[in-house]
């Protein structure tokens, strides 16, 4: 619509009054036309307010006839049973939670209700804690252990105990401490799941020895479906200790799995060892007395092992020409924890023909004739902070082109010692770049199968190392073209910006995670100094570690 004031518009001009006058004048008509349209909008208004309130008189109607042809309401009962039988957790056991299957699927409606508690397998497996309850919260569970596997049928039972450490008086029990729990302690959880133990399959107890004393009555014909067994023992009254030849249970044939803490292994366990494919003997490496020797002898034992995990300390080192060389033709895992005890004591007598993951940590000198042994080998894990830098890029050199997982995880943040032996130079073997150090062997392409690297702690490892090597793994045509996934964490801020560099590498799907921890700043004389979430000095990356 022109105007003769149009140069005006948009301006500070101040009209005259004649201006005014002729500026209302001409105005007139599109006010009168702007009454009109707000008129009507405000009739279609009313009309589409009462058009809202016809379809939401409708709607409840349709809705609650639409609920009744739903899919989910003819999925067949059988179907639907899988479907629960899906919604339970893999990892562990069920809990006595609301919050998640299979008591969560009881409360949507009345028939999911009926049909969960008429499925035996949603109540076949349970996780039981007993920490120090008050009576009354005690008797309840007692009662809702009875319930839930009471609903389990006849199916065989995975069941775990986490109960308390009792070097002290529970808050809530009425009798001092003399020695002997209290009437209404934790042995009355492990007396609800005793009249069970018949159909006990995977049972796990977190318990004191006092408490795990409870079932060493069991023989091998009351626990017939037994297959795992794993005893994790706490801190106990003094003078308790467990006899571990008097656990009869143990002697089930179906035991294939074992698992205790190591300052609480003996070999005279009654175990059908010939049987184990499964062996875990855990805890703190500084606290195991486990030798060499013991582990050798053990492991000689066990000739279908498959999988294995150790924590092993002991100051004893025998020559390895009076250890035994021990054969282990179908382990596939195997975890060492080393605290003072030598590796190579260990690991030089031992032959894993099969050895797909290795996990190491604590301790560890040259890795190099044993790594060269695993021709199978697909996954290492291990710590770069204890051996030196020649010994750490001899292992990596015998890596086998089986390898697709390395982890590599050093110190956590600086100290005075040797340097690490995680650094660029072993990147450039890694990565076969011509800049490796001349006293390093041939520089050809290492693990041409690795599909993931992670680095933990890198405290010697430069951006412009890991972006070489990176481009090196995912050039045209290269052996190392496989790489996926490539994850850090270095002790130090970024200098270069690595991620923007491989844009081009990610965008293509490389998955690539670095996280680098903030300058060190200084809380002397801030306002939030000395309170409890007063920042820390080495930033969130300090204070949340990183889990991959």
């Not at 020695?179 to 004191?208: I, K, M, Y």
């Not at 025998?318 to 035994?324: A, G």
């Not at 481009?471 to 690595?498: H, I, N």
Request: glycine share 6%; aromatic share 6%; charged share 20%.
């Amino acid at each position: 619509m022109d105007s003769p004031f149009a140069s005006r518009l948009g301006t500070n001009y101040c009209p005259t009054d004649d201006e005014v006058l002729e500026i209302r004048e001409f105005i007139a008509e599109p006010t009168r036309q702007i009454l009109a349209l707000d008129n009507e909008i405000a009739q279609l208004r009313g009309t589409i307010e009462n058009l809202e309130k016809k379809r939401k008189s409708l709607n409840p109607y349709v809705e609650a006839h639409q609920a009744l042809i739903s899919p989910m309401r003819r999925i067949p009962q059988d179907v639907l049973s899988e479907i629960f039988i899906a919604c339970l957790p893999t990892h562990r056991n069920c809990v006595m939670s609301a919050s998640e299957a299979p008591l969560l699927l009881g409360r949507v409606c009345s028939s999911w209700r009926t049909l969960s508690l008429a499925t035996p397998r949603l109540w076949a497996s349970l996780h039981v804690v007993e920490r120090s309850l008050s009576y009354d919260v005690r008797t309840i569970r007692l009662e809702a252990i009875k319930m839930w596997l009471g609903r389990s049928g006849q199916r065989p039972l995975s069941i775990s105990l986490h109960s308390g450490d009792y070097m002290s008086p529970s808050p809530y029990s009425t009798e001092q401490n003399t020695g002997t729990l209290p009437p209404d302690g934790p042995e009355s959880f492990l007396n609800e799941l005793v009249p069970f133990a018949d159909r006990w399959q995977h049972v796990r107890f977190l318990a004191a020895r006092s408490v795990i004393q409870g079932i060493i009555h069991l023989t091998a014909d009351e626990t017939p479906l037994l297959e795992s067994v794993s005893f994790t023992v706490l801190r106990d009254h003094p003078g308790t200790d467990l006899q571990w030849p008097e656990f009869g249970m143990l002697q089930s044939p179906g035991i294939s799995s074992f698992s205790t803490n190591a300052t609480e292994f003996r070999s005279s366990t009654p175990l059908r060892w010939h049987l184990l494919r499964e062996l875990s003997i855990g805890g703190s490496a500084w606290e195991s007395p486990l030798d060499a020797e013991v582990i050798l002898t053990t492991l000689a034992r066990c000739p279908l092992l498959q999988v294995c995990k150790l924590a092993v300390n002991a100051l004893l080192i025998l020559s390895s020409t009076l250890l035994p060389t021990v054969e282990l033709p179908l382990l596939h895992t195997l975890q060492l924890d080393f605290g003072n005890l030598s590796s190579s004591c260990l690991l030089e007598r031992l032959s894993l023909p099969d050895l797909r993951k290795f996990v190491i940590r604590g301790h560890v000198d040259s890795l190099a004739s044993f790594l060269t042994s695993c021709t199978r080998l697909e996954s290492l894990d291990l710590d770069a902070g204890s051996p030196d830098k020649s010994s750490l890029l001899e292992g990596l050199g015998a890596l086998s082109d089986t390898i697709h997982h390395l982890t590599i995880r050093d110190r956590i943040r600086p100290r005075p010692g040797p340097p690490a032996g995680l650094d660029d130079d072993a990147l450039a073997m890694l990565s076969g770049l011509t800049d490796v150090p001349e006293e390093l062997p041939q520089s050809q392409r290492r693990c041409p199968s690795l599909q993931s690297l992670t680095v933990i702690g890198c405290t010697d490892i430069s951006d412009l190392a890991l972006q070489q090597f990176i481009e090196g793994r995912m050039a045209p045509g290269s052996a190392g073209s496989s790489l996926k996934r490539v994850r850090a964490q270095f002790t130090r801020g970024m200098k270069v910006d690595v991620k923007r560099l491989l844009k081009r590498f990610v965008d293509a799907g490389l998955d690539l995670n670095l996280i680098y921890l903030p300058p060190p700043f200084s809380t002397y004389g801030s306002p939030w100094e000395g309170l409890e979430d007063a920042p820390s000095p080495w930033g969130p990356a300090w204070t949340h570690p990183i889990y991959w």
